[in-house]
Every structure is written in C-alpha cells, then in structure tokens.
C-alpha cells in the first residue's frame, strides 16, 4: 500500500511542476460580475488574455489582470531556467467562487429596512503548458 500511495504522489507532484497556481481571497466584486471577466480569457493564451484585460472595461478586469501577472511571476520563479515565450502557457483553469459577505441595511419607506448585501468573492488561476499546438 505504502509503495503505490508514494508513486502516485509523485505522479501528481510531477503533473504540478508545470503548473503554476495564483489566489485571490475576499475580492470586493459580486461573484456574478467577475465570472463574467473571467469567462473572457478562461482557456487563452498568457498573452492573449493579458491584452483582453488590459483593454476591458470592467472594473474586475484590473484585478484579474493583476492576479494573472501574479501567477506568471509563480511561474517564473517555479522554473527559473524556462524563459516565458517558450512555454506557451495558457490559463488553464480560473474559479470564481462566493466570498463573505457584509450585510448592511438601508432604509426605506414608512419606517421599514431593506437588506443589503455586498458580495465578495475568491478567485483561483491555474496556468499550464498549452498540450495542443494548434492555433
């Protein structure tokens, strides 16, 4: 049992080595308004998807660009002898999940409240080496 949990455990240490991870925690952008920047460059091309932020209009799209540069760094520092053009990295996976949230209230007619609640959210990129080198 010991020597198959150790040689799967160095296989999927092996399929992490090219794989670089970057994580953005309590974002304060609704969950829904991210994803839609993300949908935008989720399977692209390094390049390709810093262009679409840089010159996206959306506010989340400042954030994502940032992250994205983060985990290029990651990346960089993971295989230092690797430069960045031969690689052909592509964003191989990003998640945007629901952070906390703050609830406030607002006030409203006759004496009532509404509820408010300003959403977070977590985000998650992955970028691996492109398998297929079909463009």
Not at 61 to 82: P, T, V, Y
Not at 104 to 118: D, E, N, S, Y
């Amino acid at each position: 049992m010991g020597v198959r949990k150790r040689e799967r455990a160095e296989q999927i240490k092996d399929a992490k080595k090219n794989l670089a991870f970057a994580k953005l925690n309590n974002c304060p952008t609704s969950p829904r308004k991210m994803r839609l920047v993300a949908d935008l460059v989720r399977g692209q091309k390094v390049e390709k998807a810093l262009a679409i932020l840089k010159f996206s209009q959306k506010e989340a799209a400042g954030r994502l660009e940032k992250l994205l540069l983060s985990a290029i760094a990651n990346w960089q520092a993971k295989n230092e002898d690797a430069s960045l053009e031969d690689a052909d990295l592509i964003v191989q996976e990003i998640k945007v999940d629901g952070g906390s949230m703050l609830k406030r209230l607002r006030t409203a007619p006759q004496g009532r409240a509404h509820r408010i609640r300003k959403r977070s959210n977590h985000v998650t990129i992955v970028l691996g080496a492109n398998n297929n080198t079909q463009s």
